[in-house]
């Protein structure tokens, strides 16, 4: 019999990031793949995808933790116990098709150059398709894609900047942060104007943000130990009020009991499909069967109304 402690470790060994997951597999065009991917993705660096089997998971998101108390000699102790809200998250198809000229491939010298360049253009359109669903995407509204953070997040773990927002503080920053808890956020995800006020604030205040390198040799900026992430597609012109340029900063933490991707077992994947029939051609398919799930509301806050 496998304890539950055991089985929450065997869990936790199958949720993998996307580049962890790479170096697991030998096909050296898919590991391209996923490096172009992920490189272009403070994400998909980050963010584990726990494998599924189906086609979708249902599971009990933690709304509150439960109580403890002190009790004399004697006393009855009451009963209480966390509150949960059965959820259920679907995988979606995700991906493209990458088709190769024939003529090109007959007459360039090297046929796998040709196919990681085609290939490295798709992966970006995938991965900025993926970057987008995860902060905007609205299953309500197209049933092909899956809900992202910004429908996840509770209305409870939101602070707003104002009525008709507000230009950003080091306060309402620390605010949000304090929402996500036990321990801090992993990551603070922003759009570039917000960075950039960021960093004003901390030139303001007399220091300079944190940075280092990533795997990829990108440099990272970190606000109090947290990497910052830029997101292409937070807009900078969302309605806060009688505001029409406002943004939202979202603070989460990733994992199997927090914010997790979600993956069939094939992972993301390349298929060569073969020859066209409509044109001279060879075609390839990138493929992703991919979801995602938050299993604890506390993983998640968002600061809505960021003005300039």
Known sequence: MVSAKTRHLEVHFM?????????LSNDTLLAGVIETMAEESPILQRLPFIEITGNGLT????????????YGVGDDWDKDTPTFTQQTASL???GGDADIDNFLKETRSNV??????VLQLKARAVQ??????????DATTDSDSFDGVDRLCAN??????GANGGTLTLARLDE??????PGKPQMLLMSRRSRRKLNELARAAGTFLEAARDQFGGMVQYYDGIPIGINDYISDAQTAGTSRDASTVYAMQFGEGAL?????????????????????ATRLRVKWYAGLALFNTLALAKLTGVRP
């Open 15 to 23: 949720a993998l990031t996307l580049t962890e997951a790479a170096k």
């Open 59 to 70: 599971y009990n998101r933690e709304d509150s933790a439960p109580d403890a108390g002190f």
């Open 92 to 94: 979606k198809i995700l």
């Open 112 to 117: 796998q150059d040709l196919e990681a360049a």
């Open 128 to 137: 900025a398709l993926f970057d987008k669903t995860f902060v905007t995407g």
């Open 156 to 161: 409870d773990q939101a602070v707003s900047m």
């Open 176 to 181: 949000l942060i304090d929402k996500v808890r």
């Open 260 to 280: 997790a991707g979600l993956s069939a077992p094939s992972g993301l994947s390349v298929d060569r499909v073969g020859a066209l029939e409509s044109k001279d």
